[in-house]
């Protein structure tokens, strides 16, 4: 099994970006399918996208399509995600999740997490 570490988080104005970075311990890391979710505050974790070992990407969650992209790096065991025009409705807490099941979308479905990284976008 994986442990995840998530980095990359912080404060960025409106309009800017950041990459996040979930960096996996482990010799199986090219076997798992990878996601982001996120929790902004109140609300339940959300799927944001999950990039399977498989390979492909799943349907981005639809309010950070063509503004959000994951990527993953076997040789290096990590997986990102770039985050491109932030707006404030994009702050969260920002979940790494690791599965073994190439079809998993759901939290449920996956059964290893980070800590969580925080993003906070100011208007």
């Known amino acids: 099994q994986v442990q995840l570490v998530e980095s990359g988080g912080g404060l960025v104005q409106a309009g800017g970006s950041l990459r996040l970075s979930c960096a996996a311990s482990?010799?199986?890391?090219?076997?798992?399918?990878m996601a982001w979710f996120r929790q902004a505050p109140g609300k339940k974790r959300e799927f944001v996208v999950a990039?399977?070992?498989?390979?492909?990407?799943?349907p981005y969650l639809d309010s950070v399509k063509g503004r959000f992209t994951i990527s993953r790096d076997n040789a290096k065991n990590t997986v990102y995600l770039q985050m491109n025009t932030l707006k404030p409705e994009d702050t969260a807490v920002y979940y790494c999740a690791a599965s073994p099941n190439p079809f998993s979308t759901t939290e449920s479905s996956f059964n290893t997490w980070g800590q969580g990284t925080q993003v906070t976008v100011s208007s």
């Open positions: 990039i399977p070992w498989t390979g492909g990407i799943t």
């Open positions: 482990g010799r199986t890391f090219s076997r798992y399918t």
